[in-house]
């Protein structure tokens, strides 16, 4: 098994396998001044189909994880938004000729969501607090845009 220690998000770290979406920087005040709008968070990179928006009630999960499986989607990217407040586990890896290279694993705040990158391998949805439900905006169409990879050796994530 190997060892992988889990680093808190930040939209630098992450940049090579999509977005982190959070308040922070230029906003407009709107609802008469009652409301703060970040404008354009996420690119949707969506392939023959179209976005849809989907809920997700996944299980919390405890650390350490164990994740032996990695997946991509080549057709679309996917959004993950907490619902409730929620902190969750993203392990995600670069594509290395086909199948996933080194791992990195991150834990999302509950003020956090990410927009996981059209053919960045990663792991299931791991929520390891709040109320596992989320909203999840990604492509919906005909064709396969699911591919699973089974790691060779597990890898034991811990925060």
Known sequence: MTDLRAQPLTAAAFAPFGEV????????TINEGACRRYT?????????????????????????????????????????IP?????????VAPDEGGAPGTPVAFVAEDHQSVNIARNTWHGVLCPIAGSGLFAVIDRIGEGGNLEEHRLGRPIRVTA
């Open 21 to 28: 979406i959070e308040t922070g920087g230029p906003f407009v």
């Open 40 to 80: 354009d968070l996420a690119r949707f990179d969506i392939v023959d189909g179209r976005h849809g928006l989907s809920l997700f009630a996944a299980e919390i999960r405890a650390l350490p994880y164990e994740c032996g499986l990695l997946e991509r989607h080549p057709l679309g990217s996917q959004c993950f």
């Open 83 to 91: 619902m409730q407040g929620a902190r969750f586990l993203i392990i």
